[in-house]
């Protein structure tokens, strides 16, 4: 089992910045990716990051050049920082693990305003 745990979510006014964090703890294995995905209100969850155990990185295009997401020496936390924020951005985010598993967060949600 693995565990997650978000942190960093909130409201922030529009063109604001915003770090999320995930924990992961339990039997973490190597070769695993951790990503942050993202669910509006109406709309299906989409992958907004995803991270290797290598920090090779991927980003859907609208978060291009505003988010960064990034892992600490341990790899077991991932982070996103968001700048530039939209009103778009808007929706719960949440952390994934995968392995030959794939473990969830609870969410964490993410307002800003316009």
């Known amino acids: 089992q693995v565990q997650l745990v978000e942190s960093g979510g909130g409201l922030v006014q529009a063109g604001g910045s915003l770090r999320l964090s995930c924990a992961a703890s339990?039997?973490?294995?190597?070769?695993?990716?951790m990503g942050w995905y993202r669910q509006a209100p109406g709309k299906q969850r989409e992958l907004v990051a995803r991270i290797t155990d290598f920090r090779t990185t991927t980003y859907v295009d609208s978060v291009k050049g505003r988010f960064t997401i990034s892992t600490n020496n341990g790899k077991n936390t991932v982070y996103l920082q968001m700048n530039s924020l939209k009103a778009e951005d808007t929706g719960v985010y949440y952390c994934?693990?995968?392995?030959?598993?794939?473990?969830w967060g609870q969410g964490t949600q993410v307002t800003v305003s316009s």
């Open positions: 339990g039997s973490i294995f190597r070769g695993n990716s």
């Open positions: 994934n693990y995968r392995d030959s598993r794939e473990y």
